[in-house]
């Protein structure tokens, strides 16, 4: 990738990295904590990580160090609260032309249903969930940032599904 | 499980519409098919990149950039020549108002204008308009005092002893939010929250939260009570509390840019009441209906006068 080729310690490198992981980050930081502000906070220092440890930092794995460095905090820092996520979009699912009250009023309980299974979810497995889902990355690119196998990736996948689905059929 | 394997494949967008169909019999597959639909439309926060980047660069890695040793601030140097360019206007459009003469650091604003500031301790000062605040860099560190003429919000952060200095009264705290307003005539602290000692030329005070002090010219001090949580010109207002008329002429001229002039008005009558800061016809009449008086406007010049008969 262009964005990674010379030393992150320029810097017209380092702002271009920073360009470059900034929305990736702050989605990542916001599954974790679901703050704005303190997600904010939160990439902000580690992207001050990343500048002071530049001459140490391989640029190839700059990306991986600066998600590893947000993942940290949160192990050591952040309190958790519960992540609960809005939804952006109000499209009803499938049939749009459908006005029956009752649907809509089934549709709403149905997302309502998701955000609280989700926000019960494991941390591990909602942000593997939520990297799926909302940014729509391939489990491959998921392991590569999270450094961990792709194996691992299916399988939090895999269980975090099997969580939704049985909270929200109530099983 | 294949069934299983499928699903991920699935929600990994791997699988072919004919595999999709096969696999709408198996149970469960509704529920997943609403959970695809719907994941997809959470909302992240969208970060804007210019303005994170100006944030990082002002508030983080300053701080990491002062803690650090000269290394970094020879990285500094190698800013390319974009970012030299960018820098110097962001300088200049955001720190018009910041000089440097030795050490200090003076902050000031002009008429009809307000200001706010963060010193390197956290806390944060409000200027009203026509206003100056100065600290001294330096010893900032060690002490925390400031010098203030004009009028200005302090929301002081928990620490060491703060202090206010002003030509002749000075104001003490260690953590808490008070109004200075300092003028020539005319001295007022109001104490926000905690605790503010007030110290004069002929003696102190101290104040506890909604008290406030106030003191004109050649007159003794007093202390009265307030309601507010704020001053009100943060609110875009001036209210007033038996002032003398002159003293709010003044802030009126300071809010609004204006002269004011009198003719046949007695100036030291005192008034109470409130003026906005965004409309000047109804702040002047704010001030002159109550005290009976009238006023005409040329220009950037506002007469108050009294009709004779009245």
């Known amino acids: 990738m262009q964005s990674e080729h010379g030393s992150l310690c320029d810097e017209s490198s380092f702002n271009n990295f920073y360009a470059t992981y900034l929305q990736a980050a702050s989605n990542f930081a916001f599954y974790k904590s679901g703050d704005k502000a303190s997600a904010m906070d939160i990439i902000q220092e580690a992207f001050v990580k990343v500048w002071e440890n530049c001459a140490k930092i391989d640029p190839s794995k700059a990306k991986t160090y600066l998600f590893t460095t947000i993942n940290n905090t949160f192990l050591n820092v952040v309190k958790h609260q519960k992540v609960v996520l809005n939804y952006e979009k109000t499209a009803s699912y499938m049939d749009r032309t459908n006005q029956d009250p009752a649907y809509i009023m089934e549709e709403n309980e149905f997302k309502q249903k998701l955000q609280n299974a989700i926000a019960d979810l494991d941390d591990k497995e909602r942000e593997v969930f939520l990297l799926s889902r909302v940014e729509g990355k391939k489990y491959r690119e998921i392991a590569e940032l999270l450094d961990i196998s792709q194996k691992t990736v299916e399988k939090r996948m895999s269980l975090a599904l099997k969580k939704l689905r049985a909270k929200i059929e109530g099983l | ?310």
């Open chain 2, 1 to 310: 499980m294949d069934k299983e394997k499928d699903i991920l494949k699935w929600f990994n967008g791997e699988l072919s519409d004919e595999e999709i169909k096969n696999l709408q019999a198996s149970e469960g597959f509704d529920t997943f098919e609403k959970i695809r639909f719907y994941s997809e439309q959470f909302d992240v926060p969208k970060r804007d990149v210019a303005a994170s980047l100006e944030d990082f660069k002002q508030n983080y890695r300053s701080k990491a950039t002062k803690e650090k040793t000269p290394e970094t601030k020879i990285r500094k140097l190698n800013l390319s020549m974009f970012y030299k360019v960018a820098a110097a206007v962001v300088l200049l459009a955001t720190l018009s108002y910041f000089m440097f003469s030795n050490n200090m650091y003076t902050l000031e604003t002009s008429v009809a204008q307000n200001k706010q500031i963060s010193l390197p301790d956290g806390s944060e000062v409000t200027l009203n308009a026509g206003s100056k605040l100065a600290y001294n860099k330096n010893s900032w560190k060690n002490e925390r005092n400031l010098e203030l003429e004009g009028e200005a919000f302090f929301k002081v952060a928990k620490g060491e002893k703060f202090t206010v200095q002003m030509d002749e009264e000075s104001v003490q705290v260690l953590g808490t939010q008070f109004n200075i307003k300092d003028r020539e005539n005319y001295f007022d602290v109001q104490c926000f929250e905690g605790k503010v000692r007030v110290t004069f030329t002929n003696g102190e005070t101290i104040l506890t939260k909604g008290k406030a002090f106030r003191m004109l010219k050649g007159k003794k001090g007093y202390v009265y009570d307030i309601v507010d949580e704020k001053p009100s010109w943060m609110q875009q207002e001036s209210s007033f509390n038996e002032v003398p008329l002159s003293e709010v002429i003044e802030e009126l001229e300071r809010q609004y840019d204006i002269k004011i002039k009198t003719e046949n008005v007695n100036v030291s009558q005192l008034y109470t009441g409130t003026f906005t800061h965004t409309n000047k016809e109804l702040a002047l009449q704010s001030v002159a209906i109550p005290l009976r008086m009238e006023y005409k406007i040329n220009e950037n010049e506002v007469i108050f006068y009294h009709n004779g008969d009245k």
